[in-house]
């Protein structure tokens, strides 16, 4: 069965404090994105990553990075976090199809932070 | 520009009657448009797919969805509502060549009643 793994489904962090939040798939998938879900504004997306070593930025990447030395791991990172990024964070994964044709997003569990 | 817009917030129904979960689209290219479910506290599981095979679409648990480009909508629906249906459906449209971004809308909450 296809997985997409977030390492942590619930943290709590202090402002100001370094945040990772890892994501592996198992799918051998080119794409890889990072995404906040917040009431009232749906999902947005913060980065994506067609290859290793390529990132580009999302919606609102502003406050965050990423990396991705590894096909299958993207990593989300908060240098300073802040109390207006207490939000659920959701990784996912697609398959490059070719010029036209994406495929569907395979999305892990999701991971919830709290930042105080 | 791509664009999906779910036309209802919330949706009631009662247990065994049908559900209908309307999507509208914008789009300038062939798009592929899907179906998410997402239950709470967790991530999005794919219902469905239309990338431009079939326009009518099966998908799990007993949902499907019509593809219509003169009307530019792919609402999804179900014969008959469950308990377990309830959650958030989202309508997500991509397939701009050249770029990775996957358009959501807003969703839709489903409650179902016993």
């Known amino acids: 069965d296809v997985k997409v793994t977030q390492s942590s489904r619930y943290l709590v962090k202090r402002t100001g404090e370094k945040v990772f939040l890892e994501c592996v798939q198992d799918?051998?998938?080119?794409?890889m994105f990072w995404y906040r879900q917040d009431p009232g504004l749906g999902l947005r997306l913060i980065y994506f990553?067609?290859?290793?070593?390529?990132?580009e930025k999302g919606d609102i990447p502003e406050g965050y990075s990423v990396s991705r030395e590894k096909k299958e791991r993207f990593s989300l990172i908060l240098e300073s976090a802040s109390t207006n990024q207490t939000s659920m964070y959701l990784c996912?994964?697609?398959?490059?199809?070719?010029?036209?044709?994406?495929?569907?997003?395979?999305f892990g569990e999701g991971s919830r932070l709290t930042v105080l | 520009a791509q664009s999906v817009t779910q036309l209802d917030s919330h949706v009631s129904v009662s247990e065994g009657t049908p559900v209908l979960l309307r999507c509208n689209y914008s789009?300038?290219?062939?798009?592929?448009l899907f179906w998410y479910v997402q239950h709470p506290n967790k991530g999005l599981q794919l219902l469905l797919k239309?990338?431009?095979?079939?326009?009518l679409v099966k998908g799990i648990n007993g949902f499907e969805a019509e593809f219509k480009k003169s009307e530019t909508s792919f609402h999804l629906t179900k014969p008959s509502a469950h308990m377990s249906d309830a959650a958030e459906y989202f309508c997500?449209?991509?397939?701009?060549?050249?770029?990775?971004?996957?358009?959501f809308g807003t969703g839709t909450r489903l409650k179902v009643l016993a």
């Open positions: 799918m051998d998938h080119e794409n």
């Open positions: 997500v449209v991509s397939g701009t060549s050249g770029t990775y971004k996957y358009i």
């Open positions: 239309y990338t431009s095979a079939a326009t």
């Open positions: 990553s067609y290859d290793v070593k390529m990132k």
């Open positions: 789009s300038s290219y062939s798009p592929s």
């Open positions: 996912a994964s697609s398959p490059y199809r070719g010029s036209g044709n994406t495929g569907e997003l395979f």
